[in-house]
């Protein structure tokens, strides 16, 4: 396993760069660098960690369950789970979440 | 549980002679005996926004002759980020009223996204204190997570329902803390039920009903219709026995009963009628045990959808919350999605009549119903009344990514805290004008506000044996 440099890059154009170690997840080396990112329950079942990926490749240390198959295949990952194999670019903060899901009514 | 092998005088006799520990010896002393509520409790939120903070109790100052009325008045922050709390409840209150040496001192605040629990101390009222954690790792080991509801149970106990297992997928159980609000265990067995949301017991009847929302990794991440259609969603209740922990009997709602989320037992002990809230049908039903010992459930209430401009397909009322007055008089359901709070007149339960209703912020409420204060996004959500039932309070946010998909507005300003002033004899309510609680205003940034609780007991905690 190497390191990796992780870009992040938010909606409203800030970017951060951060180092992964081997094994660690997104938001693990967010939170060793102090880049804070949303999150919910770490286990990939909520979806709060939400962000998409631009560039790279990652693997989900365990299943990204939040994520139905039309997420996946549009290229959103869960950043609590998600282990880089690549230097990676994610498009990251809250609202990345909400395009998962809109307003069923309106 | 002896007083709930003897109902009627045995345990009416012991409660008024040997009153001790918490709480108040009958649902009538509750309003006769406490005084006005002067601080509240209230969740503040920051999961799931790019604010670098989380999740806090907040300390309202409910007095209105203090100099900080409407305001908050102390946080206690969480160890944590990500925690979403949610619901959370005493260590202690009616039900356990003769356990001597006991307080109602405890809240038990659990995060419903990280499964992780907090204990907080409010010994000193105005500033209380964290005094203990209970790590996810510690939940999942029983194969639970998602906490919901807390309520204390006789003997000092603790109960929380769990919505999922340590996964995020069905089925959920109930998870049981002992009074040194250690881990017992698992309370029921795993498999008596898929999905799990409120539940309220009755001890007098020996009987608990619970309900159902979803699996964690089904409603966790927001509310897709695809997974209603796939039904993902519950519709059914189920009915305990209270001693045996096992399943009766469980009703299905059916199609009007789709998301039967908060449940309350009218106060009174020797009833066995009560309500529960279907969310996504927009009804409410009335339940009760009938002479054969079968339970029955009944919809009562039918909140029509509303045409909206810009909305594809008609608003439909969201009943999200509803409590029942300390004197089992009223009932108070919060139509989120539309912006209404309604009061019903519930002494013939089986009928229950709209008394009075107040519009505020929602899809059709009035975005400034406070003229020169701030807007109000979202509709009247948790609710919290006095034990008089003369104040009834509301926050307006109701989950973070539901909120999201209705009220977008309310991660980017906070929610704010409401009043009404309830007038029981007549059946009206009306806003109180000289209160806005506005949680966009916190020092970390806007917050969501959720559940509301006061020291001394509330109409949605307390529990007669």
Redesign the interface.
């Known amino acids: 396993m190497e390191t990796y440099r992780i870009t992040l890059e938010?909606n409203d154009g800030r970017t951060e760069s951060i180092k992964s170690e081997p094994d660690e997840t997104v938001i693990e080396a967010a939170e060793r660098a102090g880049v804070?990112l949303?999150?919910?329950?770490?286990?990939?079942?909520?979806?709060?960690c939400?962000a998409r990926l631009l560039d790279g490749r990652i693997e989900h240390r365990r299943e990204p369950?939040?994520?139905?198959p039309r997420h996946r295949e549009d290229g959103y990952v869960l950043a609590c789970v998600a282990e880089p194999r690549s230097d990676c670019r994610l498009r990251v903060?809250?609202d990345v979440?909400?395009e998962?899901?809109?307003?069923?009514?309106? | 549980m002896s007083d709930a092998d003897n109902p009627a005088t045995d345990a009416h006799e012991h409660h008024h002679h040997h009153h001790e520990g918490p709480g108040y010896v009958t649902p009538q002393a509750a309003i006769e005996e406490s005084e006005p509520e002067e601080v509240a409790y209230v969740i503040g939120l920051y999961v799931g926004t790019d604010v670098d903070a989380p999740d806090f109790l907040g300390v309202v100052d409910v007095d209105p002759d203090s100099s900080t009325y409407g305001e908050v008045i102390d946080r206690v922050e969480m160890p944590n980020r990500g925690d979403e709390l949610h619901h959370f409840g005493w260590n202690a209150c009616s039900s356990s009223c003769h356990v001597e040496g006991l307080e109602r001192q405890h809240l038990i605040v659990p995060g419903q996204r990280s499964s992780r629990l907090h204990v907080v101390d409010t010994k000193d009222r105005r500033n209380p204190e964290l005094v203990k954690v209970i790590e996810p790792e510690e939940v999942f080991e029983h194969d639970l997570s998602a906490p919901h509801t807390v309520h204390c149970i006789p003997d000092g106990k603790i109960l929380i329902s769990m919505l999922g297992d340590r996964d995020g997928e069905l089925p959920g159980g109930f998870l049981e803390l002992n009074d040194d609000f250690e881990v017992e265990g698992r309370w029921d067995a795993p498999g008596e039920i898929e999905m799990n949301y409120d539940y309220w017991y009755q001890p007098r009847h020996n009987v608990m009903i619970s309900t159902e929302w979803a699996a964690p990794k089904t409603y966790y991440p927001g509310f897709d219709l695809e997974d209603v259609e796939a039904g993902k969603y519950g519709r059914k209740l189920h009915v305990w026995d209270w001693e045996n922990r096992t399943v009766e009997q469980t009703i299905d709602l059916g199609e009007e009963g789709m998301i039967p989320l908060e449940v309350r037992f009218l106060h009174s002990p020797v009833s066995t009628h009560g309500f529960v809230g279907a969310a996504l049908s927009s009804n409410v039903f009335h339940f009760h045990r009938e002479d054969g010992g079968e339970w029955r459930a009944d919809k009562v209430i039918d909140v029509e959808p509303r045409e909206h401009d810009g909305w594809d397909m008609p608003v439909p009322g969201l009943v999200t919350d509803l409590l029942v007055s300390m004197d089992d008089r009223y009932l108070f359901f919060s139509n989120w999605l539309h912006g209404d709070v309604r009061m019903y007149d519930v002494s013939d339960p089986a009928n229950p009549r709209l008394a009075d209703r107040i519009w505020a912020g929602g899809h059709f409420g009035p975005r400034h119903p406070i003229e020169g204060e701030r807007a109000v996004h979202g509709g009247p959500q948790m609710l919290q009344l006095s034990l008089d039932g003369e104040r009834l309070y509301w926050t307006t946010s109701l989950y973070s990514t539901w909120d999201e998909q209705f009220y977008p507005e309310e991660g980017e300003e906070g929610s704010v805290m409401l009043k009404a002033d309830v007038n029981p004899r007549k059946g009206t309510m009306e806003l109180d004008r000289d209160f806005l609680v506005d949680f966009g205003d916190m020092p970390a940034g806007p917050a969501r506000a959720h559940e509301i609780r006061w020291p001394d007991g509330d109409c949605t905690s307390d529990v007669w044996l």
Do not use: D, I, M
């Open positions: 938010w804070a949303p999150f919910g329950c770490l286990t990939g079942a909520c979806a709060t939400t369950r939040a994520l139905k903060g809250s979440h909400g998962l899901v809109s307003n069923p009514w309106r």
